[in-house]
């Protein structure tokens, strides 16, 4: 019996769920236990259709999906063509403390990815969903833009380091053979081969591109055990031919330098700084300049988040594969800085930046390794940013203009038309061909990103929004405060005009964003900090200080019609002098819920009401709460 009547009862609910499910404008339903009813079922179904829905495109571990994405982002070529820089211009006691000082910025950042990531369910979009939710899609909305630009403008600017390494090592000066024709053209044409490759395996879809990661990846790590395996077992006292091309030599002969086997010695003569001009560009290095380099190649962190909605476990994979990355590839670092300072003569150092291809035991892995390093780098970066602008045309933060792309997405999940959008942005960034004019720009924007999220951390941890449980509790809002700031003070180190326009240009885009008003709400951390530092002045005032001199009215007005209230409602406010003033009101009845008209939220009326009467307070210019609620008389609903 108890099986038949539940049959009939989910009978007779069947009628108010469809209509749920179809989307239709339904306001009121016929009797309590429909609507409890639909809320249960309509509920039931989003809960299996999405967890079948994100089930299928999250197959990534925490291996391929974040280790290997940051490890590679983390080494590009700085690894293979500026460690030379780092240890002869700042010697070994200075470069490990800029190295040193550089991972301490960086894991701060990583902490407070590491918190935000932990805090419950994390979808496509990678830092830009943690900012947005945090934050709020003005700011949100704002940082995954720049976010997005950064990753495309990263993408063409190591296919542009690639297509140089290609020319350098097989055009016509080349290293290894002279096949390859050189000038602006053929480079365009290389790297756009390249970019189709790469956007050929961001179609296939996320699998593809961890598969070719992780081949790139042992590539890489074979080129880095080769090089650390020369230092030990190349010949001793070997004179290395400087670069011809050398227009600002700091050598006195500019033809040789000599690489020595480990000693101490050598090591002491690298200790301590000796800043020159650089032999590439003419200018004067500094401790300054060097951390500004170096802190360029390494502003890859977060493609491990990039792909948050594909990995299976995001809450956990992100965490643990980012601390991982940055562990690797801050001992990778500090081995090569100590290698290279107890074996190169400082005017090896100074002149020729390339030197590890000529004092390796096979040279032609060092130009595989920086070709590969560069490969990835692009290729993540060009998965990243399409999965950034899905996420934005996901959440219709720009309305129609997004609109198509939010609409081009296999069955798997994967964005296929945000794909096509980002490759071909890259291939135009593709047609600048000047690496150093790219460069800073790229390194500004990412710290940017990674500013706003120290930023959404430390709001959130200080709001003590209930919302902000994160697992991961290795992190305080003042390692966020330091993040943020360390990140930019680096921007206005590594070109401050490039680092004043791009705050500006993100000012603009909040305020854009804030005025087109986008049908989303995901709450305000302005209103958790506003309530946070009400409650705490609250809590100071003490009743037993109260004096007649500092009395204040405290004025609940009653009323039932807006429209004949305006006048009552002034009259109240002029009364209340700098007291408090609240406006109630009671809706008469018994309590129903009513569906939204997105069909996504159940809204009970008097929120409906609430919203009603703060728009009318807003449009009298009255400061005064607003109390409604629900009851069967007016009477009963005052004492409420």
Not at 9 to 19: A, F, G, I, Q
Not at 522 to 536: P, T
Not at 567 to 572: K, N, Q, V
Request: net charge neutral; glycine share 6%; charged share 10%.
């Amino acid at each position: 019996m108890a099986d038949e009547s539940e049959r009939s009862v989910n009978t007779n609910l069947k009628p108010d769920y469809e209509r749920l499910v179809d989307g239709e404008d339904v306001e009121h339903f016929s009797s309590p236990i429909d609507t409890e009813g639909a809320l249960f079922y309509y509920k039931l179904s989003r809960s299996f259709s999405s967890q079948f829905s994100a089930s299928t495109p999250r197959q990534l571990s925490t291996f391929f999906g974040v280790v290997v994405p940051c490890i590679l982002s983390m080494f590009s070529s700085i690894l293979f063509l500026r460690m030379g820089l780092i240890a002869g211009q700042t010697g070994l006691i200075q470069g490990i403390t800029l190295i040193c000082l550089t991972y301490f910025i960086i894991l701060l950042t990583v902490l407070s990815i590491s918190a935000i990531s932990t805090n419950g369910a994390i979808r496509g979009g990678g830092p830009y969903f943690m900012i947005s939710r945090s934050l709020g899609p003005e700011f949100g909305g704002a940082i995954g833009v720049m976010f997005y630009i950064a990753n495309v403008f990263a993408s063409g600017s190591c296919l542009i380091a690639l297509t140089e390494s290609l020319v350098a090592d097989f055009g016509p000066t080349g290293s290894f053979a002279t096949s390859l024709p050189a000038g602006y053209w053929f480079k365009i044409m290389y790297s756009t081969v390249i970019l189709i490759t790469c956007l050929i395996v961001c179609l296939i879809g996320a699998q593809m591109f961890a598969r070719t990661s992780f081949i790139i990846f042992l590539i890489v790590f074979a080129s880095i055990i080769c090089i650390i395996v020369s230092f030990f077992v190349v010949d001793h006292d070997k004179a290395i031919q400087l670069p011809s091309n050398d227009d600002h030599s700091n050598s006195s002969d500019h033809k040789f330098a000599y690489y020595h086997w480990l000693n101490s010695k050598t090591l002491a003569n690298n200790l301590y700084a000796n800043y020159s001009i650089d032999y590439t560009t003419g200018s004067m290095n500094s401790f300054t300049v060097v951390f500004a380099i170096f802190f360029n190649g390494v502003t890859g962190l977060m493609a491990g988040a990039n792909m948050s909605g594909e990995l299976k476990n995001p809450s956990r994979s992100i965490p643990v594969g980012t601390l991982i990355a940055v562990s690797i590839t801050f001992c990778i670092y500090i081995i090569i800085t100590l290698l290279i300072s107890m074996s190169c003569d400082r005017s090896l150092l100074h002149n020729d930046y390339g030197f590890m291809q000529d004092i390796n035991v096979w040279p032609p892995i060092v130009a595989v390794g920086i070709m590969a390093a560069t490969l990835s780098a692009s290729l993540s970066s060009l998965i990243g940013a399409s999965r950034i602008l899905q996420a934005l045309a996901d959440d219709r933060i720009f309305g129609i203009v997004l609109r198509p792309v939010s609409q081009g997405v296999t069955a798997s999940g994967n964005p296929w038309c945000a794909v096509i959008v980002s490759w071909f942005f890259v291939q135009c960034i593709l047609f600048i061909g000047e690496l150093n004019a790219i460069a800073p720009l790229v390194s500004i924007f990412f710290l940017l990103s990674y500013s706003a999220t120290n930023v959404a951390c430390m709001a959130m941890d200080i709001a003590s929004a209930p919302n902000f449980r994160p697992t991961f509790r290795y992190f305080h809002w003042l390692t966020s405060l330091v993040g943020a700031a360390s990140t930019l003070i680096m921007m206005f180190l590594i070109s401050a005009s490039y680092a004043a326009v791009s705050i500006v240009v993100c000012l603009l885009l909040v305020i854009g964003i804030h005025y087109r008003e986008p049908p989303i709400n995901w709450g305000s951390i302005g209103q958790a900090l506003i309530f946070h530092q009400v409650r705490k002045y609250l809590l100071l005032l003490d009743a037993r200080k109260d004096h007649v001199k500092f009395w204040r009215p405290q004025v609940l007005l009653l009323v039932a019609n807006a429209r004949s209230a305006c006048h009552l409602i002034h009259f109240a406010n002029d009364i209340k002098k700098s007291g408090l003033l609240v406006v109630g009101n009671v809706i008469v009845g018994n309590e129903v819920i009513a569906y939204s008209h997105d069909n996504t939220n159940f809204i009970d009326p008097v929120q409906r009401q609430c919203n009603s009467w703060y728009s009318l307070i807003d449009l009298l210019r009255v400061k005064a709460f607003v109390e409604v609620t629900i009851a069967a008389s007016v009477r009963e609903g005052a004492l409420i």
